[in-house]
């Protein structure tokens, strides 16, 4: 005899919630590529061989009259994408919490930064402000449409399994990275029997993480739900917004003790990400091809080392793990110093120290501060996390930059980065995570 299945409403819902998280990790998979393949690999010496042709004698390029060394301005252009994303993401941000609808707002970050990406096929020849201006309207997209997925976390999974679920969004990203790197590396690397030059090459591997960009982003604006909410009386929108959410943030110091944490330790990983190509290939010396191979060796290593410091945290705490994850950062940044030029094999010993710990340190990062957050704050309070995230961090390119200039020595710009890690580590262990949680107004998992 045969028997009707009757599905509960919690099974419905947990059934919907497994539908979110399914799409939730595409747009990792859609906007990674960006971080990846843009920022990462090809556009800072791209962008910084363009400024290099429209330079003067002395150097130096000219933005607005302003003498910049060229091989600054690729830093620079980083930096001050992040002062555009400040004054956006708090905006956007309380919009977000204030309405519930984040989709249309995910969406229109998406497509702009999408867009953005897909004209840096027309940059060629002497065009580096062209490149410049791309750059920051790319990277301050990107930074408010991380910052919506982002606070999508705490709706879509319970507490117990956000370290997981984080985890597997960042997995996610590097084997998007990974599989277009493939792609890039074939077409970089055989360029001249595709009847392209490398020039042309190299905008088209820009051009086409534009286009993967946009495509993917359909996956998670069909998945994702809307949460219509109470608007609060009183809530102001606009740039006073920015100050009413500082001012909130004021009222839970330990949740801001973290974000001060995390904001420095992860502007040294985010400097690493945006500035080790130019590292590789203007001071050790590297061809493009090598840069690609060791980043695409950082994506491949770095989906193990999400999904395994996921593990870990399960057994040592999310906290303690990153604490760890911090030293190895040290480590490995100490050791990128002493690299050989012209010396390939260590560069990729060092790209896979890298991966190792990349992806766990930001998706557990990621995960921790969910819990800190106040309910129905999310994206407000996700869109401070943010300014720091994914290339996004103006003081570590900044201090690369003016290290750079003053010097004319990127191993006294690489170095100079320690600091962020051995300063982040220190409040880090500080913060009591726990109690953290608690005056947050957020139930306290068994293991954190």
């Not at 555009?84 to 919490?97: E, H």
């Not at 950082?298 to 989906?303: F, G, K, M, N, P």
């Amino acid at each position: 005899m045969e028997t009707d299945t009757v599905r509960t409403p919690a099974a419905d819902e947990t059934a919907g919630l497994r539908r979110e998280q399914r799409g939730w990790y595409f747009y990792d998979w859609a906007c990674s590529v960006y971080s990846t393949s843009v920022v990462t690999v090809f556009l800072g010496p791209y962008l910084t061989a363009v400024a290099k042709r429209a330079a003067d004698a002395d150097g130096y390029v000219h933005p607005l009259g302003v003498p910049v060394r060229a091989g600054s301005f690729f830093a620079y252009s980083v930096s001050l994408s992040v002062i555009v994303a400040v004054v956006v993401m708090p905006i956007v941000g309380s919009a977000a919490d204030r309405t519930g609808r984040k989709k249309p707002l995910l969406a229109a970050a998406a497509y702009t930064g999408a867009a953005a990406t897909t004209g840096m096929f027309f940059l060629d020849g002497d065009r580096y402000l062209l490149g410049g201006a791309l750059l920051v309207v790319a990277n301050a997209a990107q930074s408010v449409g991380m910052m919506l997925y982002n606070s999508y976390l705490p709706q879509i999974a319970p507490p117990e399994e956000r370290d997981a679920v984080s985890s597997r969004g960042w997995a996610f990203g590097y084997a998007a990275g990974s599989t277009v790197l493939v792609a890039n590396l074939v077409l970089y690397s055989g360029h001249d029997s595709f009847g392209l030059s490398e020039t042309a090459a190299v905008r088209i591997c820009l051009a086409s993480a534009g286009l993967w960009w946009g495509a993917f982003t359909l996956v998670p604006l069909r998945r994702l739900r809307d949460r219509h909410v109470r608007v609060e009386r009183g809530t102001a929108p606009g740039l006073r917004q920015l100050a009413a959410t500082v001012r909130d943030m004021r009222r839970y110091p330990l949740t801001l003790a973290f974000l001060l944490a995390y904001l420095i330790y992860n502007d040294g990983i985010q400097t690493v990400i945006t500035q080790a190509s130019v590292y590789g290939s203007q001071e050790l010396g590297l061809s493009q091809s090598t840069l690609i191979v060791a980043v695409l060796l950082v994506q491949v290593l770095a989906v193990a080392g999400a999904l395994a410091m996921g593990r870990l945290a399960r057994t040592y705490g999310a906290q303690r793990t990153i604490l760890g994850s911090l030293v190895a950062w040290t480590v490995t940044l100490a050791a990128g110093y002493f690299l050989p030029a012209k010396a390939p094999v260590f560069f990729f010993v060092l790209a896979a120290g890298i991966g190792l710990v990349l992806g766990g340190s930001q998706a557990l990062s990621r995960s921790l501060f969910s819990h800190l957050v106040p309910p129905g704050k999310e994206a407000e309070y996700f869109s401070a996390y943010e300014m720091s995230d994914r290339g996004m961090s103006w003081l570590g390119p900044l201090l690369f930059g003016v290290t750079y200039q003053l010097t004319g020595s990127y191993r006294s710009a690489i170095i100079s980065l320690v600091a962020f890690f051995v300063i982040g580590f220190t409040l880090l262990a500080r913060v009591p995570v726990r109690r953290a949680i608690g005056e947050a107004g957020n139930p306290v998992p068994e293991r954190i």
